[in-house]
């Protein structure tokens, strides 16, 4: 069976999103970060990067969202792929920006002893999440084709796009100034799959 290690309110849920829309059996394995769970040597044994979300699979553990949700569809939920290839890629362009923009745009509120060691520097990171936040639901709100990413199906993206779409109220970002990004997040939010990693706690 696979295992999934992950924390409370973080991208780790993109992975549970996936698993549970092809039913796929896994284990759920919490990670402490309150306690600092990530950063001792039992942890780094799994992921040495101390981070989730780290997949436990029969070959190996793989540690990237963007990989593991490629090997989900390879291996288990291909319906979340487009078989068209334009169309996957277009996939892949939202969840690439979602891994190198968007997501780092978030982690600069609280990350940013990641890229300066200066406190200050910290500050105005955190100051400027609002702001970066916002263009990020500019552009992600321009692509939406309603309910979902690109129409009826779900995909990858949207997996990975619903995590990060809760975080906003927290970064600043009022949801309501993107009302076709608040309809998808309503819209994935009834799924049985979403709703489930709600229950878990995986979701704030």
Known sequence: ?????WAPNTIASATAIV?????????????????????KPAFHKVNPKGRVPALVTPEGVLTETGAILEYLAATEVPSL????????ARMREVMYFLASTMHVNHAHKMRGARWADEKRSWADMTAKVPETMALSCTYIEALIAGPF?????????DAWLYPISCWLEADGVDIAD???LAAFR??????PSVRTAHDMGMIG
């Open 186 to 191: 309503a819209a994935m939010a009834s799924r």
């Open 149 to 157: 990413l690109f129409g009826d199906h779900v995909t990858l993206a």
């Open 178 to 180: 993107f009302p076709k």
């Open 19 to 39: 698993l549970n829309e092809g039913n796929v059996p896994w284990e759920g394995i919490r990670v402490d970060f309150a306690s600092g769970e990530q950063t």
């Open 81 to 88: 792929v487009p078989v068209d290839p334009l169309h996957a």
């Open 1 to 5: 069976m696979l295992k999934l290690y």
